[in-house]
């Protein structure tokens, strides 16, 4: 295993994302499936069928031919997480790759569409777990009763069944949505990735109220609980578009623990119970090869420029004290490849300068 650069020579045989960005042969992924710690082993079911793959979002976020951009360490840390079933706290500044590297391991692994969580100061657990729609079931039930009987019969839909364990109630479940984290713990034979962007945006309890749900590896729903025997089994919305799930008694259960990637600006710090509980992978700004992999994997056609377009962003990144994003350069890349590249030196001096505007203002701008 090469340690000088980013490309991995000879994988360890324990890892099972290896990070290049090339899909792995799914026989070959069931084959070597880590089990679980036994303190990390879950029961939930019965298992969802796989989750779609949208592979243009794939694309978007890697590029056409994604290029080895991790670390051995990197990637060891990353095989780490998935071995331990812990979630992975990703620091970094902006614009290194934390969020792409939820992708890198959905796409890799064949594990499905990424979920998207992105948390500010006003997000909240629930947010993440469901959303219940009560004005609208109230709403629902005032029009039922002032419906013709007939249409009341036919809008009841309750009376359809699903496996063995009697009617599945579907009328409260058509006001339940689970959001990201709720169905990333939907019981799957796969874990599901679970992208939480930005976790230092939450306020200070946040991070530590995620704790119970981490390690119970569950929640409850109150509103389906208190349902009881009259419908043990109720079919809500998930936040996969048009993809239902079966709640059992009120709890969602998981099989297969997410892969959890958070990521942190490191604008705050979190404490040291809720990093106890985390694998930590700290992600630098790219070195000058980690950016050409970078441009090459969005502009796979090289070009003359490409390497003196990266030496001119290495000397603006050292000028504003290391203040800017790997994306700023891909912006510029984009507008070499346009042809802005072609014209007066000055004028494309000047652009790249506005383009490779410094992050963070100034002292005494404020």
């Known amino acids: 295993m090469s340690t000088e650069d980013n490309v991995v020579t000879e994988a360890p045989g324990w890892w099972l994302f290896r990070g290049t960005g090339r899909p792995l042969d799914p026989a070959e992924r069931d084959a070597r499936w880590p089990s679980p ?15 779609a793959t949208d592979e243009r979002e794939a694309r978007r976020r890697l590029g056409r031919t994604p290029s080895p951009l991790l670390k051995p360490v990197h990637i060891s840390l990353v ?12 620091n970094g500044p902006p ?8 992708f890198l391991i959905a796409s890799e692994l064949g594990l499905g569409n990424v979920l998207k969580w992105p948390i500010t100061s006003r997000t909240t657990i629930r947010d993440g777990l469901y959303e219940y729609d009560a004005i609208g079931r109230a709403q629902a039930a005032v029009q039922a009763r002032g419906a013709p009987t007939h249409r009341l019969a036919r809008a009841r839909p309750e009376e359809s069944t699903s496996g063995n364990r009697g009617p599945v109630a579907t009328s ?5 949505r689970l959001g990201p984290l709720g169905t990333a713990l939907l019981p799957q034979r796969l874990p599901r990735v679970l992208l939480v962007d930005e976790l230092d945006k939450s306020d200070f309890a946040f991070a530590n109220d995620l704790l119970n749900i981490f390690e119970d590896g569950e929640f409850l729903l109150p509103e389906l609980s208190r349902l009881g025997a009259a419908a043990p089994e109720v079919e809500v919305h998930t936040a996969d578009q048009q993809r239902t799930a079966v709640v059992s008694d009120g709890v969602v259960r998981c099989k297969a623990f997410p892969i959890v990637v958070m990521t942190s600006n490191r604008e705050r ?12 992978l700290d992600l630098p700004h790219p070195d000058t090869a980690g950016l050409a992999a970078l441009v090459a994997a969005h502009f796979p056609a090289d070009s003359p420029s490409r390497a003196q377009l990266i030496e001119r962003f290495e000397r603006r990144r050292e000028q ?28 494309w001096l000047d652009l790249l300068e506005a383009v490779w505007h410094e992050l963070s203002p100034p002292l005494g701008t404020w």
Request: glycine content about 14%; overall charge negative.
């Open 37 to 51: 710690p036994p303190w990390r082993d879950f029961d939930g079911g019965p298992l969802l069928a796989p989750p």
């Open 79 to 90: 095989n780490a997480a998935i071995h331990l079933r812990r979630p992975l706290l990703v």
């Open 95 to 102: 614009g290194v790759g934390k969020s792409g590297l939820a």
């Open 172 to 176: 409260i479940g058509e006001y339940i």
């Open 269 to 280: 710090e979190f404490s040291p119970a809720f990093r106890r509980r985390c694998t930590l």
């Open 320 to 347: 504003v004290g290391g203040g800017l994003a790997a994306d700023q350069l891909l912006n510029a890349a984009h507008l070499a490849a346009a042809g802005a590249f072609d014209g007066d030196e000055a004028t």
